[in-house]
């Protein structure tokens, strides 16, 4: 694969934010590291009444999305590239029954 910039996104189970990062890699050797960003979520209020929720568990899930797409889009805000690895936000996860869940559309960030 010919080299491009890729941004990667971090958000943890504080809540606190969502870093992003940007490098320049083939998809197997990294050739250099770009730029950064942060953003808080700006109201964490909704995230942390979700956490421990399966999305079966609420009709809807706009508010809790909508906190998480724009941190994502501010994070990265100046930031640019050929490629975009987004994992959503952890809500809620048990490995004893193989099951996590990442809020989050990829296609709509």
């Known amino acids: 694969m010919e080299p491009v910039w890729a941004i990667g996104f971090m958000s943890g189970t504080s809540m606190d934010g969502v870093d992003a990062a940007t490098l320049h890699t083939d998809g197997e050797d990294v050739f250099a590291f770009g730029p950064t960003g942060f953003a ?3 109201n ?5 009444q979700a956490l421990g929720s399966w ?5 809807n899930w706009t508010d809790v999305e909508a906190q998480i797409h724009d941190a994502h889009l501010r994070a990265a805000a100046g930031l640019s590239g050929a490629l975009v690895g987004f994992h959503g936000q952890t809500l809620a996860h048990a490995p004893d029954l193989q099951r996590s869940f ?8």
Request: aromatic residues 4%.
């Open 40 to 42: 808080a979520f700006e």
């Open 44 to 48: 964490k209020s909704v995230l942390t």
């Open 55 to 59: 999305p079966e568990a609420r009709a």
């Open 102 to 109: 990442q809020a989050g559309d990829g296609a709509a960030l």
